[in-house]
């Protein structure tokens, strides 16, 4: 008797989807990222490994779905109460909160400060690289906590301030932080005038009579996370541009003196408010000497930075996983799309360049981590972070873009993570500094900072010695950053792109990484295009998928 045959579809099914994809979720982005696991032991940070394990395998399932829903609903703003009186506040989506608890518990905001050892800054750097890659948003409230509480710490009356921003802790309840174990701080920089001249900013700080702090009186054009407990901004007083740390409430609870005006209507970054502010006589705190306010905050900036670079890694190594995963699974013309000789290529192209971007971001955290014990390092991450945050950001866009690609219009699809990092890739290279900023920062600190120059110097040298295209190209750098005079602000831009390649491709040597040749030749040797998937046509490519993402 022969087998029954299948049913019949019914006439309005017209046809059967597969093989599809599997999801995503959940992964293990520990176990995924080998690039992550050699940096965070290269940087001495073994001793916070099993935290970095639990917090990827988190990152990597809950923090993923609770994502699309933070981003989904966003932020609103409530100006008054139901009775008319002025509160100032911003709804979030429950998703936001639960986000920034798992982060704060595990030290996405302060694990350097408040579990410091040695590679403290590495792990830190670890863990903002995992949140960031799964939900962009609230990564901006936390950096700007993280980066806080140094300066913070300078200024005795401050001082549990600075401790309650490190702690383990996150508390979304608007009252005082005498009232909390743990805050978050934002910061207001910018106004319409001056953008990123701050010197140029309007914002008066008037000392009070009684000697307990200023009156802030101006505006903000970017107020960033407003339901923070404090803000770091910049205001004029009596001496010039100074550092100030602004409450939310003030000691008794009461609201501060301040109006926000309305909330951005962002490119992306959708789960964070940003937002414009008044202040009407705000109370505010000094941090650092009147008239140093830039001074005081440049360490904080330098931290802001690397997130930055870290942000912009992050991005790239999840729209690579996202790439990769799609193209192992989804058949095309016979076989996967990742067995065909130029998918693969483009896939390995991306593989490169996220290995790289995490490479040097993981590399730039050790200098931190080095620099209060060592003046070279010090000096070095004052480059190398301006260099890199320009030359890792500037790339972002273009490898998500290039991801979606692999994807076709599901990569183009909200029910997809690509959509939300291609909005938010553009934002790093915005954020503490735009393009422009960044390269004449680099020519400023090696023209005013001899250390800085000493030690890029003897950083070339050594890459110099470690392979014929870097010493070529060092040579080619060390021309152009010794002609000085006319011109040299025009170029900045082409010597800072030079100056982040070999930064790179001298990391991938020292780290032993095995695409180091492939990133050399691709990059500084002229065996490759403009667009990516356009790597020379004896590499192999299996390796290097083999070693981005386990199968």
Not at 419 to 432: F, G, H, K, T
Not at 451 to 460: E, I, P
Request: charged residues 20%.
């Amino acid at each position: 008797m022969s087998e029954p045959s299948a049913p019949d579809l019914p006439p309005f099914e017209t046809h059967r989807v597969g093989p599809d994809p599997p999801a995503f979720e959940p992964r293990d982005l520990w176990a995924d990222d080998i690039a992550l696991r050699e940096g965070v032991a290269r940087g001495g940070a073994d001793g916070y490994r099993d935290g970095l394990q639990g917090y990827a395998r988190l990152a990597g399932d809950e923090l993923y779905r609770l994502g699309f829903d933070a981003n989904r609903d966003r932020p609103r703003l409530r100006t008054h109460d139901r009775h008319g009186q002025r509160i100032d506040t911003v709804e979030f989506h429950p998703a936001y909160h639960r986000l920034m608890e798992l982060a704060k518990a595990h030290g996405v905001a302060g694990l350097s400060w408040h579990r410091p050892g040695a590679g403290a800054h590495v792990a830190r750097a670890a863990l903002s690289y995992l949140h960031h890659q799964v939900e962009a948003g609230t990564s901006c409230p936390l950096t700007m906590t993280h980066a806080a509480v140094p300066v913070l710490r300078r200024e005795p009356s401050l001082r549990d301030w600075a401790d309650k921003a490190a702690a383990p802790h996150y508390d979304p309840r608007d009252v005082a932080t005498s009232e909390k174990a743990g805050i978050t701080l934002g910061m207001g920089m910018t106004e319409k005038q001056g953008g990123s001249d701050v010197r140029a900013n309007a914002t008066t700080a008037t000392p009070l009579a009684s000697g307990d702090g200023y009156a802030l009186v101006g505006h903000k054009w970017f107020f960033s996370a407003p339901m923070s407990d404090g803000f770091l901004v910049l205001a004029q007083a009596p001496a010039g541009l100074t550092c100030l740390l602004m409450p939310r409430r003030l000691r008794d609870g009461a609201k501060n003196a301040f109006r926000l005006v309305r909330l951005k209507d962002k490119l992306g970054d959708w789960a964070n408010a940003s937002s414009e502010v008044e202040f009407c006589g705000a109370l505010a705190w000094r941090v650092g000497e009147e008239g140093r306010g830039v001074a005081t905050i440049i360490e904080m900036v330098m931290l802001t930075r690397l997130d930055c670079m870290l942000g912009a890694a992050a991005q790239v190594r999840m729209a690579l996983a996202q790439a990769l995963h799609h193209a192992r699974h989804r058949v095309a013309f016979g076989r996967p799309l990742a067995a065909h000789p130029l998918m693969a290529n483009v896939l390995a192209d991306l593989a490169i360049e996220s290995e790289a971007a995490t490479v040097l971001a993981l590399h730039v955290a050790a200098l931190v981590d080095a620099a209060p014990s060592d003046p070279e390092a010090a000096a070095l991450a004052r480059i190398a972070t301006a260099a890199g945050k320009y030359w890792l950001c500037r790339r972002a866009p273009a490898v998500v873009n290039e991801a979606q690609e692999c994807l076709g219009g599901a990569g183009y699809v909200e029910e997809s993570i690509l959509p939300r990092l291609y909005r938010q890739a553009p934002l790093n290279s915005i954020w503490e500094g735009s393009g422009n900023i960044q390269c004449l920062d680099v020519l400023r600190a090696l023209a005013r900072e001899p250390a800085c120059a000493q030690a890029l110097q003897a950083t070339l040298s050594r890459a110099a010695a470690r392979h014929p295209l870097l010493e070529h190209e060092a040579a080619r750098l060390g021309a152009g950053l010794a002609g000085g005079g006319e011109g040299m602000e025009a170029q900045a831009r082409a010597l800072v792109e030079r100056l982040a390649l070999v930064l790179q491709g001298a990391v991938l040597l020292e780290a032993g990484s095995p695409l180091a040749e492939a990133f050399l030749r691709s990059r500084l040797g002229g065996e490759h295009g403009q667009a990516l998937g356009t790597l020379p046509v004896d590499i192999d490519f299996g390796p290097i998928l083999a070693r981005a993402l386990p199968r």
